[in-house]
């Protein structure tokens, strides 16, 4: 499952002619083969030294590693590092992967596990949670990037939505690092949640309990600010 | 259902999380549980709201900066590039001492395997000396083949009457024989039937196995019985291309009726490691209604066999089957 949520799906239709469906679904699993092929062979000359096989391996995962770690931490220079130490960490171990997971579930295993360091060393500094910093270390407002489409949208309800939003980064921050780390898989990135428990090391069943505990949290926090 | 678990099932609900069973009993217990129907609003509006929080691609800026910084970083790992190295090759070596008992395992293997079979050629070389005497000796009248130590396989008792003094030997002979006749007589085919397991003779295998499976496609006494079981171990074990090819043939009338037959060929379609047999299987073998098995092995064949021409054949006959169905 893991790999598949990097890739592009196949667009189906509800009344295709089931012997289109079976050649496009036959389809569907050559090229699932040959990827999977590809990756492997890409992650064994990887483990033999080469670099472009290497940098061909980050090409396919980089922008998503650094999409979860901007959205988990808020800041882009914390996104960038995590970034940077999570794939030359991976460089320095890839001769240790041994195919008993998928190359996402292991690259995810390594992020998320620097993410956590970074929420709980935020906790321990109490940083202003609510702000976001660019790469420069001026703050910016994420939502103001989020635009309202409609034609003639209402000024005061896009400052609603933008007071909403620091409310909603407020309320997240109230998380633990691990609870906010499983909702945020979940929600934002929609893995399974056994594959989350892969990722964090722990049981299925300990990641439905967080991901509950979560969003009670969540409810609670965003009831009182109302 | 109790409201703790339900509330719990709620949330688990929202993000698709819980089983069928699980569900159907959510929903039963909420057509009878206000303030469970409230908590399940409350998840919705969760849902709806944490929507204003949204997920951003990076900057096509950021990811250039990120990436440019991990190619220095990379770059600038002179020391580190070593060590890193050092640190691979002390993991592979690892790894081949942890596959050390299996190489151990493999050698003694390969050991075995080895003295067996030069035992197994010597034997036969043996034997086979020991068959042409025979042959040279089938000429000569009884009395002189009685005689003959080199018609004696074994002896295989011995008793001696002290009072008379006479010795009493039971022995065994070898006696290479002959029988003609056509196929329908049963002895004949009882010897084609052991001919098809004569390990060391591959042209007697064939010619076996092509007699049966002529029988089998001409529909002659090939119902359900030895020769069509026959012929399914042909097409499964044997080492022989062509005896598995005549084989398959012989099987051919039977694919739609037996599904044993129809099991074997889609085993040959997936596993044969000649191309021609597995290319013939494709030809032979008929959609069968009601038996998806047939599909899903040729989809299976279609995407993953190694040869290029067997996968197009496979997905043209794909496309062929709704219509003969």
Redesign the interface.
Known sequence: MPADALRIPVPTTANAHPESRAIQSSQRMLTDVRDRTTETELIREAQQGSRAAFDLLVRQYDQAVLRLALHLTGSEQDAQDIHQEAFLKAYRYLGNFRFECSFYTWIYRIVTNLCLDQLRRRKSRREDPAVMIDASGEEMDLLSNVSDERAGANPDRELQRKILGQKIQAALETLTPRERMVFELKHYQGLKLRTIGEMLNTTEETAKNTLFRATRKLRAHLAEMR | MKCDLAQ?NI??A??G?ISDEANHQLEQHLLECEACRRDMQ??RG??T??A???????SPA??A???R??EE??DNLPH?KWL??M??????GV?RLRAAPVMASLLLMAGLGAGGYGGYRAGLKAHDAEQSKLILNLGQPPAAAEDNPAQIANVSNITRDASTGTVKVNYNKLVPETMQGTVDDPRIRQLLLLGTQNSVNAGVRDNSVDLLANECRNGRECDDGPIRNALMVALRYDKNANVRMKALEGLQPYIAEDTRVRDAVLETLMKDSDPRVRSQAINLIEPVEGDSSV?EVL?TV???DDDAQIRTVS?QV??Q??QIQ
Do not use: I
């Open positions: 719990q949330a688990l929202a993000y999380e409350a998840m969760l849902k709201t944490m204003l929080y949204p997920v951003e691609d990076p950021m990811l900066q990120a990436r910084r991990l970083a990379l580190g890193v190295r640190s691979q090759l002390l993991a592979r790894g599909r989809h279609a995407a993953q997905r794909l496309q089957l709704p």
